[in-house]
């Protein structure tokens, strides 16, 4: 079937009103949606009843999926609930994967070379560092920076190690990940190859 609206309930968590295409849909099955899954632990049809189970062409609002899917999402029925986390899985690696795929890597000293040669007139950054102290003081350093050649922009600066979020932010923004003091996740070694990531140690 196909997610035709989805939202977050207060007390009920995330909720979406499926439309059934093929087959029949019944309460405690296992469904997959996007990159959510989830046991249908309740079912209302469009009077706010509770049923059982939804044929063709009735939409029946659901409770139960992980989050909230798009809608025009199409979503499917799972044997059991570790098959459909094991797709999610899946699913959700090849999102990664299809993030990065098509990111060309970019050298310090390509980056450098552009700037000077003018190509370059923002640098956008992502950083991460051990304490908020360093934070600090990094934040500061490159505040004072006077380059005339470049606008320094800080995307995004927290405390802590190099996540699988820094490293897709840091591709979609075409920004330099900048690590003080911390090391990566092992989830983010595996993406991390694909941006430049500029570690120092105190």
Known sequence: GVVVEARMAKGRGPV????VQNGT?????????????GKIRAMLNDRGVGVTS???????EVLG???IPQVGEQFFVIADEKQAKSLIQVRVEKQKQQQVK????????????QITEGKIKELKLVIKADVQGSLEAIKDTLDKLNVSEIKINIIHIAAGNINTSDVILA???????????????EPAKELINK???FQTHS
């Open 25 to 37: 849909l019944y309460l405690n099955q296992n469904i997959i949606v996007g990159n959510n899954y």
């Open 102 to 113: 098509e990111v060309k890597r970019v050298s310090l000293e390509d980056l450098h070379a």
């Open 65 to 67: 999926i992980s989050g």
């Open 171 to 185: 591709v979609a923004s075409d920004a330099l990940l900048l690590g003080f003091n911390v090391s990566a996740d």
């Open 195 to 197: 941006v430049d990531v």
């Open 54 to 60: 939804v044929g063709p062409a009735t939409p029946v």
């Open 16 to 19: 979406a009103t499926l439309l």
